[in-house]
C-alpha cells in the first residue's frame, strides 16, 4: 500500500494506492473518488469504540473500509481545508479530534482521557488514540510541520494549533498567562510538552476561525 500526498498546503488530497486484496480504513465522508474494483464495508471498529469516538472523541460512530480486488486507488480528503501529512507509525500517536482521515488496516483507533481541563480548545476531554505498526493519513487546518524534540527538551503550543504527538512526549495543559490573559488577552489553553518525540503542529486555529465567523456573520434579530 502507498499513501501519496498531493496539492499539499491549503486544499491537500491523499491518494491511497492498493494492491489486491488490501485494505485502507477512511473517516466517515473523506472519500472523494475511486478507481479500480474495490469492496466498502462500514464498521464501528467495536461498538464501545466507536460510542468513545462519536461522544467523547468528537469523531463519527462509522468508518469507512475499502478492500482492493484488484489494483486500485482511492482519493481521501479532509473536511477542513488543509494540508494532509502521512506518519509510518511503529507504537502509539494522539490525535486531535477532527485530525484522523485513514489508517491502514492493522491500526487500533480508540481514545484516551485528555486530563481533567479541556484539552483542545472546545473540543471536549478526550483525544483520539492511534496504536499499530502501519501509515496514518492525519490532517489539519492549514498547513502542518512537525517539531522533533529531544529528551527533556521543551515546548508551548496553543492547544488550538495542536494536530498530533507521539506516546513517548509528555503533555500538561494550563491557562496561558493567568485568569485575565485567559478571559481578555485573546489565549485560552496552552499545552507543555517535553520530549523525546514529535509534536505535530497546523497554522491556524479552527476554533478560534470559527469565533471569528460567528463574530461577523450577519445577526438574527427577529424583525420581519
Not at 500526498?5 to 491518494?15: H, M
Not at 492511534?130 to 496553543?158: H, M, N, R, Y
Request: aromatic residues 12%; neutral net charge; without cysteine.
Amino acid at each position: 500500500m502507498e499513501f501519496k500526498v498531493e496539492f499539499k498546503g491549503s486544499y491537500a488530497i491523499l491518494f491511497a494506492h492498493l494492491d489486491p486484496g488490501e485494505t485502507v480504513i477512511g473517516e466517515s465522508g473523506a472519500m472523494v473518488s475511486i478507481s479500480g474494483n474495490v469492496d466498502i464495508k462500514t464498521t464501528t471498529g467495536g461498538v464501545f469504540k466507536a460510542l468513545k469516538r462519536a461522544f467523547l472523541g468528537g469523531e463519527h460512530i462509522f468508518l469507512n473500509k475499502y478492500t482492493a480486488k484488484n489494483k486500485s486507488t482511492i482519493l481521501f480528503a479532509p473536511r477542513l481545508p488543509g494540508d494532509i501529512d502521512v506518519i509510518d507509525l511503529n507504537g502509539t500517536v494522539f490525535l486531535q479530534s477532527t485530525s484522523y482521515l485513514a489508517s491502514e488496516e492493522n491500526i487500533d483507533l480508540d481514545t484516551k482521557f485528555g486530563g481533567f481541563k479541556t484539552f483542545f480548545s472546545g473540543e471536549g476531554f478526550f483525544l483520539l488514540k492511534l496504536s499499530g505498526i502501519g501509515k496514518v493519513a492525519i490532517s489539519s487546518f492549514g498547513a502542518i510541520f512537525k517539531i522533533t524534540l529531544q529528551p527533556v527538551e521543551k515546548l508551548t503550543v496553543d492547544t488550538g494549533h495542536v494536530v498530533a504527538f507521539d506516546e513517548t512526549v509528555k503533555y500538561s495543559v494550563r491557562t496561558f498567562g493567568g485568569i485575565k490573559s485567559t478571559i481578555f488577552g485573546g489565549e485560552g489553553l496552552v499545552v507543555d510538552f517535553e520530549g523525546p518525540g514529535n509534536v505535530y503542529i497546523q497554522t491556524r486555529n479552527y476554533p478560534d476561525y470559527v469565533k471569528w465567523i460567528k463574530s461577523i456573520a450577519p445577526k438574527d434579530t427577529g424583525s420581519r
